[in-house]
């Protein structure tokens, strides 16, 4: 049975709503028979990073070292562990363990454990009642189920932001069957919607970018869409009414939905991705009228996560990425809240 003393590690953590992120040092557990251990290389920063190291959600449980978009190398492996070996090039997302036998997590769901996965931070570990820590850290300890394998055709830095950005906009598009033919909105432009216009195109659909501003129409077209459709411009929404299958909402912040699902056809879906707030009321006339669907959807299993990394790989599709050193985060926290990036950060970890 593999039993090996805990691991010194040294991360960056929020200790306080008003502290942002500072060096913290701490131990990870010792390995389980089933465990991999990683050096992290790089980590990119998620809008979920901000929320939980400002206690926005009002369950951050301090101190919580964030980060759940995380690349690296093998560094050890437990007894049981046949599936990654000593440098592997691996990848870990937003949870690193679920009960693995609900009919969820038995159909490649872990997302949706019906007894609550384990987020990659500020979860509650299954066997041992300890709190996880993220990727904002120079090395981690995981379930070897939930560790990927990024294929060769993948930087790290690029993998990294596809852990969280990536499969919340891939795993929708896959749920409601995008391909060649389908007419695909996205809402908002940030770290998941230009992922969701690039996977979207690559799927074969044609694609339009939502918005409220003009002046993303250079970046929309960059980045493949169609068209960009200006959402304030009310003859040229009413002139889109019923155009599309799926409109793909990633606004991260509290808005109106209504709009958006006047554009759908006949069963057609609105999937929110990014908004995790209470929703504005709408008339419930505008899903009757039409049998529409609004939805949500919450990353993708450990399957279909991998699956979406070797799409990338396959396609040569990556994120527009912004290197920085581990300690800007606190000010890449400000630029993010301000929309001023293009589209994701990524934390190079040999600068921590």
């Known amino acids: 049975m593999t039993q090996t003393n805990e691991y010194p590690a040294t991360g960056y953590a929020a200790t306080s709503p008003e502290s942002g992120v500072a060096p913290f040092e701490f131990t990870r557990r010792g390995l389980r028979d089933n465990d991999v251990l990683i050096d992290i290389s790089h980590c990119g920063i998620c809008h979920s990073d901000l929320h939980t190291a400002r206690n926005d959600w009002g369950r951050t449980n301090y101190p919580i070292v964030p980060g759940h978009e995380i690349t690296g190398t093998v560094a050890a492996v437990g007894d049981a562990v046949s599936a990654h070996k000593i440098g592997d090039r691996v990848a870990i997302g937003c949870m690193v363990d679920s009960c693995k036998s609900c009919d969820h997590c038995e159909q490649g769901l872990e997302q949706y454990c019906q007894r609550g996965m384990v987020g990659t931070y500020g979860g509650t570990d299954l066997h041992d009642g300890t709190k996880t820590q993220g990727g904002y850290s120079n090395r981690i300890v995981c379930r070897d189920e939930f560790v990927i394998k990024v294929p060769d055709a993948l930087s790290m830095e690029d993998a990294a932001p596809l852990l969280c950005a990536g499969i919340t906009s891939y795993s929708p598009l896959r749920t409601w069957n995008v391909g060649p033919g389908s007419k695909v909105a996205v809402a908002g432009l940030g770290g998941l919607g230009h992922m969701g216009v690039k996977f979207a195109v690559a799927m074969g659909a044609e694609v339009t970018v939502l918005s409220r501003s003009e002046s993303k129409r250079e970046d929309a077209l960059a980045l493949g869409a169609a068209d960009l459709l200006i959402t304030t411009d009310k003859a040229a929404m009413r002139a889109k009414t019923g155009y599309f299958d799926l409109v793909l909402n990633t606004i991260p912040v509290k808005h109106d939905v209504a709009p958006y699902l006047r554009l759908l056809k006949l069963d057609g879906a609105q999937v929110l991705v990014g908004m995790i707030d209470m929703m504005p009321e709408m008339h419930t006339g505008l899903l009757l009228g039409g049998r529409k669907i609004l939805t949500g959807s919450g990353i993708g299993g450990i399957a279909e996560t991998q699956e979406m990394l070797d799409f990338c790989a396959e396609k040569g599709i990556a994120p527009d990425i912004e290197m920085i ?18 589209y994701r950060f990524v934390i190079d970890m040999s600068t921590l």
Do not use: L
């Open 325 to 342: 050193r581990m300690d800007e985060v606190n000010e890449a926290y400000e630029r993010m809240e301000a929309s001023d990036v293009k």
